[in-house]
Structure formats: structure tokens, C-alpha cells
């Protein structure tokens, strides 16, 4: 038995099937945005979990065919979006080695939002030491390395990126509950220095500005120290504007702390280019 539509169902099925191959662009946004709801519903139904935003803005000024610098603002909270996170600025520069491998350097400078400490006595209940939360800068400078393929409409990159942090000492003021009287507590400087591996896939969508991509970054410090997972999207609003939005989730680590919870983060990025 042979079934057979009519020309005009046939045209409409066909025109159906195109509309959903070219994706016009309106329709990634929604995706996204519906997924990242799904992913925040998950987030609030877990104690051990932790909501933040993240907001940057960077402006890239290309030099010639090789060189090109770039200068970038963020912002994130944490304590799902209630508290200030970490303020900090960057500047780097990226060279063109070869068509698919380019490598870039950078510093930034981050004043964090310390959170606050609580030490108990021996028995686990009675307090000892209070720590308040405080602000302090940190130095960090980076070298990285990034190479990538294409595969049919699939873009896949790695990026190897080596980074220094260090924390110059200061003073923590803390409450002792033995004396209750307030003192000054002198934290030595200390240096970290870290291996992130980042693997990345994007999406060329045929005839549209919005490419979603997808990634995971390792971290590593003489041993594996934290894993990163994103999904976002960039959109392309003219020639030289493009903002991002993305979800990212840093599950608890083996060796975290007592207390440390899961991050989910909510992401907003503005970008120019000239």
C-alpha cells in the first residue's frame, strides 16, 4: 500500500523541516533560557548548593593579523545572588602563532569578598574564634596556549592555560569567645600556582548570530583540585557587539572543605570589538 500527500501538505511538511534546519536565530535564546530555568529549579531543591551571578564586560581592540588586546570587568556574587562575590579587572594580549593555534598572557587584579570563618572548641559546639568577612586584592597573571579543529559545522578547541595567583599578607581582625576581646591576626602572603585544561565545543548554526557551545576545564595543582561545567550561547548583535549568557555548575570536590557547597552560576557577558 502506497500512501501519498498532497501537494500542498508536502510543501508544508518540507517548509516545517527547513524552518527547523536554519534555526533562525530568535529560537536559541529560548532554548537557553529554558534550559538555564531547568538547571536553577534543580539548585534550590539542594542544601548543599550555592547560586551566584557572574556579570563582565570586555572591549577588544584588534592590532593587525596577529595581535589583538582586550580588556575585561566582572562581577559575581555568591550566597545564591544575595552577596557581593568578588570584584575584578584584567588585561591580556593574544598572538596568532598559526591559522589554528594561537597563544595570549594576562594579569588581573581581584578584590575578593572573604567569607566569613567560625573555629569551635574541642567539644564541637562551643565557639572559639569569629572571623568576619573582609575585602582583599589579589594578584594573578596567565599564559595560555589554544589550539582548535573544525568539524563539519562543529568547532572544538583546547585550551591549556597556566596561571599564578598570589595573596599578599594582611591583617584579619577575629573575635576570641574564650577573652571576648577583639585581635589582629597577621595572614602570611601565600602563592598558587594552577594548570587549567579547558575543552570546548561550539556550533555553527547555519544563517544565525547565536552559537551555543559547551565546555569542561579542569584544575589542577599537583592534583586534580576542581571541574568545571558550561553551557551558554553568544549572540551576535552587530558588527562589532556581542553578549553571552551561560550556565555553570563546580560540583563539590573529594577533598573540599566541611561546609563547601556545589556552585551554580548564572552568567552575563557584553563584549566589543573594533
Given at each position: 500500500?502506497?500512501?501519498?500527500?498532497?501537494?500542498?501538505?508536502?510543501?508544508?511538511?518540507?517548509?516545517?523541516m527547513l524552518h527547523f534546519q536554519n534555526m533562525k536565530?530568535?529560537?536559541?535564546?529560548?532554548?537557553?533560557?529554558?534550559?538555564?530555568?531547568?538547571?536553577?529549579?534543580?539548585?534550590?531543591?539542594?542544601?548543599?548548593?550555592?547560586?551566584?551571578?557572574?556579570?563582565?564586560?570586555?572591549?577588544?581592540?584588534?592590532?593587525?593579523?596577529?595581535?589583538?588586546?582586550?580588556?575585561?570587568?566582572?562581577?559575581?556574587?555568591?550566597?545564591?545572588?544575595?552577596?557581593?562575590?568578588?570584584?575584578?579587572?584584567?588585561?591580556?594580549?593574544?598572538?596568532?602563532?598559526?591559522?589554528?593555534?594561537?597563544?595570549?598572557?594576562?594579569?588581573?587584579?581581584?578584590?575578593?569578598?572573604?567569607?566569613?570563618?567560625?573555629?569551635?572548641?574541642?567539644?564541637?559546639?562551643?565557639?572559639?574564634?569569629?572571623?568576619?568577612?573582609?575585602w582583599g586584592g589579589r594578584h594573578r597573571v596567565h599564559?595560555?596556549?589554544?589550539?582548535?579543529?573544525?568539524?563539519?559545522?562543529?568547532?572544538?578547541?583546547?585550551?591549556?592555560?597556566?596561571?599564578?595567583?598570589?595573596?599578599?599578607?594582611?591583617?584579619?581582625?577575629?573575635?576570641?569567645?574564650?577573652?571576648?576581646?577583639?585581635?589582629?591576626?597577621?595572614?602570611?602572603?601565600?602563592?598558587?600556582?594552577?594548570?587549567?585544561?579547558?575543552?570546548?565545543?561550539?556550533?555553527?548554526?547555519?544563517?544565525?548570530?547565536?552559537?551555543?557551545?559547551?565546555?569542561?576545564?579542569?584544575?589542577?595543582?599537583?592534583?586534580?583540585?576542581?571541574?568545571?561545567?558550561?553551557?551558554?550561547?553568544?549572540?551576535?548583535?552587530?558588527?562589532?557587539?556581542?553578549?553571552?549568557?551561560y550556565y555553570r555548575q563546580q560540583p563539590i570536590n573529594?577533598?573540599?572543605?566541611?561546609?563547601?557547597?556545589?556552585?551554580?552560576?548564572?552568567?552575563?557577558?557584553?563584549?566589543?570589538?573594533?
Amino acid at each position: 500500500m502506497i500512501c501519498r500527500l498532497s501537494t500542498k501538505r508536502s510543501q508544508q511538511i518540507m517548509n516545517s523541516m527547513l524552518h527547523f534546519q536554519n534555526m533562525k536565530s530568535w529560537h536559541g535564546p529560548r532554548i537557553i533560557l529554558t534550559l538555564l530555568m531547568l538547571c536553577l529549579s534543580m539548585v534550590f531543591y539542594a542544601q548543599d548548593n550555592d547560586f551566584g551571578l557572574w556579570y563582565s564586560v570586555g572591549v577588544e581592540k584588534k592590532i593587525d593579523k596577529r595581535w589583538s588586546v582586550d580588556v575585561e570587568g566582572e562581577f559575581r556574587t555568591r550566597n545564591h545572588a544575595r552577596t557581593a562575590d568578588r570584584w575584578s579587572v584584567g588585561v591580556s594580549a593574544d598572538y596568532k602563532i598559526k591559522k589554528r593555534l594561537k597563544g595570549s598572557a594576562g594579569y588581573d587584579f581581584l578584590w575578593d569578598n572573604d567569607e566569613e570563618k567560625i573555629t569551635l572548641e574541642d567539644d564541637g559546639m562551643t565557639y572559639k574564634k569569629w572571623t568576619p568577612s573582609c575585602w582583599g586584592g589579589r594578584h594573578r597573571v596567565h599564559a595560555d596556549l589554544t589550539g582548535n579543529v573544525d568539524w563539519s559545522r562543529l568547532n572544538i578547541s583546547l585550551r591549556e592555560r597556566w596561571q599564578y595567583t598570589y595573596r599578599p599578607e594582611k591583617i584579619a581582625t577575629r573575635f576570641d569567645f574564650s577573652d571576648e576581646t577583639w585581635e589582629d591576626n597577621a595572614v602570611r602572603g601565600k602563592g598558587d600556582h594552577v594548570l587549567r585544561s579547558r575543552l570546548q565545543v561550539e556550533y555553527d548554526i547555519p544563517a544565525s548570530k547565536f552559537e551555543p557551545y559547551a565546555s569542561v576545564e579542569l584544575f589542577h595543582s599537583w592534583s586534580l583540585e576542581q571541574v568545571r561545567y558550561i553551557f551558554g550561547a553568544n549572540w551576535k548583535l552587530a558588527k562589532q557587539h556581542q553578549v553571552g549568557l551561560y550556565y555553570r555548575q563546580q560540583p563539590i570536590n573529594k577533598d573540599a572543605e566541611e561546609g563547601e557547597k556545589s556552585q551554580h552560576v548564572i552568567g552575563l557577558s557584553y563584549q566589543f570589538k573594533f
